[in-house]
C-alpha cells in the first residue's frame, strides 16, 4: 500500500499547481484520501477529504473557493487543483488514506483531522512566492 504525491513546485501569488496523489497496491475506491500541509515551524494541517464512494468533498476553511480536489479512477489518482495561489499556502503537502471514513461531507471537519489517517505519501514541495 503506497501514496506517492508529485506537481509541487514554485509558483507565483494568484497562480495555480495540481498535486497528484498516486495510490499503488490499493483502489481508493475503498478508501478516503486526504490532502495535509505543514509549514516551517506550524503544525500538520489538514486541507481537504475525498471519499469516491459518494463523490462527497470536504474542505477547509482556509482553501475552500480555491482548492478543489479531482479523481482519476482510471489511474487510481487523487488530485488536487490549487487556484489562486498565496504565500500561507507555501508548505509541504501530503496525502493520506484512510478506511475509517466513509463519507468526508457526513463526516465534515473530523474528515480532515489526521489522527484519522495510517497511510501517508512522502510529500512534495509547494512555495508560493509573492
Known amino acids: 500500500v503506497q501514496l506517492v504525491e508529485s506537481g509541487g513546485g514554485l509558483v507565483q501569488a494568484g497562480g495555480s499547481l495540481r498535486l497528484s496523489c498516486a495510490a499503488s497496491?490499493?483502489?481508493?475506491?475503498?478508501?478516503?484520501i486526504g490532502w495535509f500541509r505543514q509549514a516551517p515551524g506550524k503544525e500538520r494541517e489538514g486541507v481537504s477529504c475525498f471519499t469516491s464512494s459518494d463523490g462527497s468533498t470536504y474542505d477547509a476553511v482556509s482553501v475552500k473557493g480555491r482548492f478543489t480536489t479531482l479523481s482519476d479512477g482510471a489511474k487510481n489518482t487523487v488530485y488536487l487543483q490549487m487556484n489562486s495561489l498565496k504565500p500561507e499556502d507555501t508548505a509541504v503537502y501530503y496525502c493520506a488514506a484512510t478506511t475509517r471514513i466513509s463519507s468526508c461531507q457526513t463526516m465534515g471537519v473530523i474528515s480532515i483531522v489526521d489522527g484519522w489517517y495510517n497511510t501517508w505519501g512522502q510529500g512534495t514541495q509547494v512555495t508560493v512566492s509573492s
Open positions: 497496491g490499493f483502489s481508493f475506491d475503498d478508501y478516503a
